[in-house]
């Protein structure tokens, strides 16, 4: 039975959406046990992409500093990665843009306000806006990948209290409500989290596998990578942006895909 059916016959049954939703991606997780056998062995890590002279990575019109360096999993904490006037900038565009931020159900694709993300959020696409294209070049300098690979920015605004519930950034393949996604420009294979405002309490960006906490700065960002040249996906990029304590938090995301984003 195809998963919308499920969950329909479920959700007529009086079954909690949420319930639903998890029986569903736990029958179809299932399919991965007859994966092809990469996929299924420990995580080849190979040389980060994201490449440094010394202690910065020198962009076409900026110098950003590296401040944290992990090489199992790929993450990196760097600094000076916006000014804090292009910081600004980012925020009064997207501020009357903003809606509730969505995830995509892994069980049928659908698009589906939720608990475990309580931010808002609006995607920026360049057009001819020079300010982003000028950050899109800069973060496509600092991630080493091609500017088209890149999905538009994104803005996500927290306020006291909210958080985004620890996940990972690819979409797992064997979910079927992933595939219309994967079909453009396939999997995502790195995320580069820039911090628009100085948080008064929390809000941290945690990666739990790891005890690690990247703790908000103005114009600072982590970097993480999940995909490999084998295509194996890493696990131990799980992370989450903790709920906000005080004050409120912006940051601005880049998605990076396999191939051109379209
Ligand atoms: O805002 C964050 O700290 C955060 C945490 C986890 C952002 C994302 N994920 C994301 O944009 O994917
Ligand atoms: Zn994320």
Redesign the pocket.
């Known amino acids: 039975m195809p998963p919308q059916d499920i969950l329909a016959a479920m959700t007529a049954a009086n079954f909690d959406p949420a319930y639903a939703e998890q029986v569903v991606r736990e029958r179809f997780a299932a399919r991965a046990a007859g994966l092809p056998r990469k996929e299924r062995e420990p995580y080849r890590y190979g040389t980060p992409r994201i490449r440094h002279q010394g202690n910065l990575i020198r962009t076409s019109d900026r110098d950003v500093r590296v401040l944290v360096r992990l090489d199992q999993p790929v993450v990196a904490v760097l600094d000076n990665v916006l000014s804090d006037e292009e910081c600004d900038a980012v925020i009064s565009l997207a501020r009357d843009q903003l809606a509730p931020s969505a995830t995509l159900s892994p069980a049928t694709g659908e698009h589906q306000v939720r608990d475990t993300r309580t931010s808002r959020g609006a995607f920026l696409p360049e057009g001819d806006n020079s300010l982003l294209r000028r950050l899109n070049r800069r973060i496509a300098e600092i991630t080493n990948t091609p500017v088209t690979h890149g999905e538009a920015l ?1 803005v ?1 605004h927290y306020q006291v209290g909210a958080e ?1 519930k620890p996940h990972p ?1 690819y979409f797992d393949p064997t979910s079927p409500g992933f595939a219309a996604t994967l079909k453009r420009g396939g999997q995502r294979t790195a ?1 580069l ?1 820039v911090y628009l405002n100085d948080v008064e309490d929390a809000g941290d ?1 945690v990666f739990p596998k790891l005890g690690l906490s990247v703790v908000p700065k103005k114009g600072a960002a982590v970097y993480f990578e999940y995909m490999n040249d084998d295509g194996q996906l890493d696990e131990a990029t799980l ?3 903790a709920p906000v304590g005080a004050g409120d938090k912006w ?1 601005l ?1 880049k998605w990076v895909r396999q191939e051109a984003f379209r």
Request: hydrophobic share 25%.
């Open positions: 994104h996500l985004y950034d995320t989290i960006t992370h989450g942006g940051v995301t």
